[in-house]
């Protein structure tokens, strides 16, 4: 079995950093990738939520600001829960292992 998940896109909004008394860190952002769609003959944006730990969330938390160009590579994980009205509710992110800036100081 194979999960595995690459896209490149721009970030949504600067990210948000959160910090463990476990001394983990967790960074989250969202991430814009735009697409082309054959039916309707034009481009179509796809929003997707990173959530990166560690090492990288530090680095994604300084490096990384609203509209940069950002590669992501890692799985895609499911949370689900229960709401208070009982029902199941069901959100897909992507939990980077590796993220990369794409592009120069001119791009910023």
Do not use: C, H
Not at 67 to 84: C, F, H, Y
Request: no cysteine; aromatic share 10%.
């Amino acid at each position: 079995m194979v999960n595995s998940v690459v896209i490149v896109g721009r970030a949504g909004q600067d990210p948000e950093m959160k910090y463990f008394e476990s001394e983990k860190v967790k960074t989250t952002f969202s991430l814009a990738v735009n697409r082309w769609d054959n039916r309707t003959k034009e481009e179509v944006t796809d929003w997707f939520n990173i959530e990166v730990w560690d090492k990288q969330a530090e680095f994604a938390g300084e490096w990384i600001k609203k509209g940069r160009m950002v590669g992501v590579e890692g799985r895609l994980i499911s949370n689900k829960w229960q709401g208070a009205d009982g029902t199941m509710n069901e959100r897909f992110i992507i939990r980077a292992t590796n993220v990369r800036l794409i592009g120069g100081r001119k791009e910023e």
